[in-house]
């Protein structure tokens, strides 16, 4: 299964005790089980919630770990352990928390193009090159 963490890089407080919130929700979602449904539906709420009160601080780390999260629900689903086994629920939990941060994202797009757009759509294409590398060879052997 991948792993999944996050890395405190480059933070820019918007107050102060922005930065440390941020780290906080670093340190738990790269402690967070990935077998942990619950744990994950946790951080999506912390994710939403950061955006809401720091979006410039948070959005770095909060993209990092729908990244990260892209990454496990695709491990699993190639993987064939979403089919019968615990980690069904894992991909569920992932695949439900993925389609709420696309309507998140989107509404923020919507309401700030300036701000969002650009900075999502270099995520995406990130995420889409790093996915795509990754797993190439996985899904060119699958049945």
Do not use: N
């Amino acid at each position: 299964m991948s792993s999944f963490s996050l890395r405190a890089s480059s933070l820019v407080a918007d107050s102060p005790g922005a930065a440390t919130d941020v780290r906080a929700f670093i340190l738990a979602a790269s402690a967070v089980s990935p077998a942990s449904s619950s744990g994950f539906r946790s951080l999506g709420e912390a994710a939403k919630e950061l955006l809401d009160r720091q979006p410039s601080t948070a959005r770095d780390a909060v993209l990092a770990f729908y990244a990260g999260l892209a990454d496990l629900s695709i491990d699993l689903h190639l993987s064939g352990r979403g089919s019968f086994s615990s980690s069904s629920s894992l991909l569920k939990t992932s695949s439900g928390l993925l389609s709420e941060f696309v309507s998140e994202m989107s509404s923020r797009v919507e309401e700030s193009p300036a701000a969002w757009a650009p900075a999502l759509a270099r995520w995406a294409l990130g995420v889409l090159g790093e996915m795509s590398t990754k797993y190439t060879a996985r899904v060119s052997q699958s049945p």
